[in-house]
């Protein structure tokens, strides 16, 4: 049995993981939805769920906890100066994975003046 402060911290870098998953998760249907909805006849990219998928809804939470571990483990910083660490992280990750998102899928929203 721990401390505390150990179980708090604990507790905290599992709230980052389950923080991490929902930011992946969400950001991945938002902007993948596009492309596996289909454009012109039908065409899809299923990399979109088979590449980018997995790797935002287990990349983005191995980011949070290693982000968690780094500056309240490693750095010794206050758990508070952690919790902003890894909610800026996530925004950031969540912006780069919007941005990569929407080049992947930008065939797919493109509109054709005719």
Do not use: H, K, N
């Not at 930011?23 to 980018?52: C, I, K, M, N």
């Not at 290693?66 to 969540?94: E, H, I, Q």
């Amino acid at each position: 049995m721990g401390t505390g402060i150990e179980r708090t911290r604990g507790w905290a870098g599992c709230l980052a993981v389950v923080a991490g998953f929902c930011t992946g998760f969400f950001v991945w249907v938002s902007g993948a939805e596009p492309g596996l909805r289909g454009a012109f006849e039908g065409e899809r990219d299923w990399s979109l769920l088979y590449a980018e998928g997995p790797l935002m809804v287990f990349g983005v939470p191995a980011l949070a906890l290693a982000a968690w571990a780094l500056v309240g483990g490693v750095l010794r910083a206050r758990d508070s100066v952690a919790a902003v660490v890894v909610v800026l992280v996530l925004a950031g990750a969540g912006w780069g994975c919007l941005e990569w998102l929407e080049m992947r899928t930008e065939p797919f929203t493109e509109s054709y003046g005719w």
